[in-house]
């Protein structure tokens, strides 16, 4: 059972758009949820958060929005730079402080 | 602040053996949690270890363990390698309160079973 699911294995969007990526989950004891970017060769790194009592978050050019009626969440680039090609990761932390990781979508941003 | 440290960077081993990784976390980061990525399968939780007990776990068999010393420095250790272990083992420090709950990971261990 996937408790968090990243639906769309790719995205590739044109320099200057939106990049949209989305992520559902099943599992309502979830209490924070993040995404986390990564290059190859790399490890994960952090890049924003929301509480679940929150519906947006908002850090510079990155915004998170919660839908918890729904359980989905959705990561805002705007406006995407090529740099911001990397895979993307959404993840969901319990109060016991277990995170469960999506599959992961690879962001290309066209230049 | 030195980043978390993943020993071997790369290794190679065989069906049957057994390998360990080696994690060094951020300094004053007391949790560890390993987690297992392999392509198309997203990161896959392990295990984590919070001062030295381990706290939660994840859905892999018992050829998978791992441990925590007093320094925080944590090791996983896989026995009776198959050829579905070659994956690319991270790990990640934080620092254990009940937070938002931000992981810092390493680069990884890759490791190859032929």
């Known amino acids: 059972d996937q408790q968090v699911k990243q639906n769309s294995p790719s995205l590739s969007v044109q320099e200057g758009r939106i990049s949209i990526l989305n992520c559902d989950y099943t599992?309502?004891?979830?209490?924070?949820f993040l995404w986390y970017k990564k290059y190859p060769a790399e490890g994960p790194t952090f890049l924003i958060s929301?509480?679940?009592?929150?519906d947006k978050n908002e850090d510079g050019r990155f915004t998170v929005f919660l839908n918890k009626s729904a359980k989905h969440l959705s990561l805002h680039i705007v406006p995407s730079q090529p740099g911001d090609s990397a895979v993307y990761f959404c993840?969901?932390?319990?109060?016991?402080?277990?995170?469960?990781f999506g599959d992961g979508t690879t962001l290309t941003v066209k230049p | 602040k030195a980043g978390v440290t993943q020993t071997p960077r790369y290794l190679i081993k065989t069906r049957g053996q057994q390998v360990t990784l080696s994690c060094s976390p951020i300094?004053?980061?007391?949790?560890v949690s390993w987690y297992q990525q392999t392509p198309g399968q997203g990161l896959q939780f392990l295990f984590e270890?919070?001062?030295?007990?381990?706290?939660n776990k994840g859905n892999f068999p018992g050829r998978f363990s791992g441990r925590q010393f007093s320094n925080s420095r944590s090791e996983m250790n896989v026995s009776t390698l198959e050829l579905g272990d070659s994956a690319l083992y991270l790990c990640?420090?934080?620092?254990?309160?009940?937070?938002?709950?931000?992981?810092?990971f390493g680069e990884g261990s890759r490791l190859t079973v032929l």
């Open positions: 929301i509480s679940s009592i929150k």
């Open positions: 990640a420090s934080s620092a254990g309160h009940l937070n938002t709950g931000e992981l810092f």
């Open positions: 993840a969901a932390k319990t109060n016991a402080g277990k995170s469960t």
């Open positions: 599992n309502s004891m979830f209490d924070y």
């Open positions: 300094s004053g980061h007391r949790s």
């Open positions: 270890y919070f001062s030295e007990t381990q706290r």
